[in-house]
């Protein structure tokens, strides 16, 4: 089966089950593959996260799914958890949940992997940056090779009342 489609599947039934899909990736080799799908909630706020019990909920659906529909081999491998404090950025919808919040991202026309400001997303395929120079870009969401939050180290383990 083509990856998007099994893509697609795993969207659809983590969405049914109430969360949201923050990243999918394969790893592994090919007599040993692994799926790592990394989910949230809609509403995730810190101490509202995933827990070990959605991680199963979820893990468990996905298997009778996957296994049943024939979808993957036996010798398949697989890793649901949360997204993590470096919550890959992956998606449209993921960008302007997190508008005002920093990233490092590498894209076509930034050097390495860039600390940047989300302004927002002006349309379903551009996102809007600022760089650590105050200057503001839009580039294309294709473009994004890689992106994720970036960790604030100096608020972690701070008292949040």
Known sequence: MPFDALLDRIRDLVQELGYELADVRRAGTRDRPILKVRI??????????????????????????????????????????????????????????????????????????????IIGAPDDEHVRIRLADGTERTIALADVRDAALEIDWKSIGKDRR
Do not use: M
Not at 72 to 92: A, F, K, M, N, W
């Open 40 to 117: 949230d909630r809609p509403d995730s706020a810190p101490g509202r996260g995933i827990t070990a019990d959605d991680c199963t909920r979820v893990s468990r659906a996905l298997e009778r799914s996957l296994e049943g529909g024939g979808l993957v081999g036996p010798q398949y491998l697989l890793e649901v958890s949360s997204p993590g404090i470096d919550r890959p950025l992956t998606r449209i919808e993921h960008w302007r949940r997190f508008q005002g919040q920093r990233a490092k991202v590498r894209a076509a026309g930034l050097e390495g992997r860039t600390s940047v400001e």
